[in-house]
């Protein structure tokens, strides 16, 4: 009986057993003669482009300057005066500001924004938890620099003696003291036992609640005053301190 003819293997069949597979086309490695391919060019960082939109104050922008100071990175810091905000006003994405600009996309709230800027300059913690150690901190420095701001913008006087009152002998005292102790519990930080973005949010938000209450509010607590200092002496933010517009508030 004739030998059948045999049947080219289909194309994509595994090869036979003992033989080898063709590499695929393109694959890595695989080039003419068996030599193994050289390794690829390490790409090129990916360079963003960044600018700060707030009034040329320190207030609720300082934080995000101090950290784009600690990391060296490269803004627009643009400072809009009082004549320049009512046609600029409509481009906010709130008709507020700071205002961040990244590669030409702007975005807001403060708190966000910093925490943003806090993952780009390695400030965040390692863990989901560790995150939100450092934001339970931020959050409550929020919530102490809210309470200020709605006594000192109160407009009528009357109502804004009554409310002093009661912040200088409640609740300034409350929450400086639970910030103290934090501090005694997180070897001179503020969360994690080490440096991280609450403590450069709170020292670039210390001289805006100073203004509000028309003193020093961390005289009387050395552990706090501790870690605004620290934070302040950083070669980078000491460096934007030194050069930085000088202003009131």
């Avoid at 913008?153 to 910030?179: C, G, H, M, Q, S």
């Avoid at 009387?220 to 605004?228: D, I, K, N, S, T």
Wanted: hydrophobic share 40%.
């Amino acid at each position: 009986m004739a030998d059948e003819a045999q049947a080219p293997p289909a194309e994509g069949a595994p090869p036979a057993e003992g033989e080898a597979a063709p590499p695929a086309e393109g694959a890595e490695g695989a080039v003419e003669g068996g030599e193994p391919a050289p390794p690829a060019e390490p790409a090129e960082p990916i360079k963003h482009s960044y600018t700060l939109f707030y009034f040329n104050v320190k207030a609720l922008a300082e934080p995000l300057r101090y950290l784009f100071a600690y990391g060296n990175q490269e803004y627009e810091d643009v400072r809009v005066t009082r004549d320049e905000w009512p046609a600029l006003k409509p481009t906010m994405p709130m008709g507020q500001m700071p205002v961040l600009e990244v590669d030409g996309k702007r975005v807001h709230q403060s708190i966000s924004m910093a925490r943003f800027l806090a993952k780009t300059v390695g400030l965040c913690g390692a863990t989901p938890w560790e995150d939100l150690q450092i934001d339970i901190v931020v959050d409550t420095i929020n919530d102490f620099r809210l309470k200020i701001a709605v006594v000192s913008y109160e407009p009528e006087d009357e109502i804004k003696e009554k409310k002093l009152v009661t912040l200088n002998a409640e609740v300034i005292p409350f929450y400086l003291e639970k910030l103290e102790q934090t501090v005694k519990d997180n070897d001179g930080h503020l969360a994690l036992g080490k440096l991280t973005w609450a403590d450069v949010y709170f020292a670039g938000i210390t001289d805006y609640m100073n203004y509000m209450v028309k003193r020093d509010l961390l005289e009387p607590y050395p552990a706090l005053r501790g870690v605004v200092d620290a934070v302040n002496a950083l070669e980078p933010i000491k460096a934007w301190i030194e050069k930085r517009p000088v202003t009131e508030v």
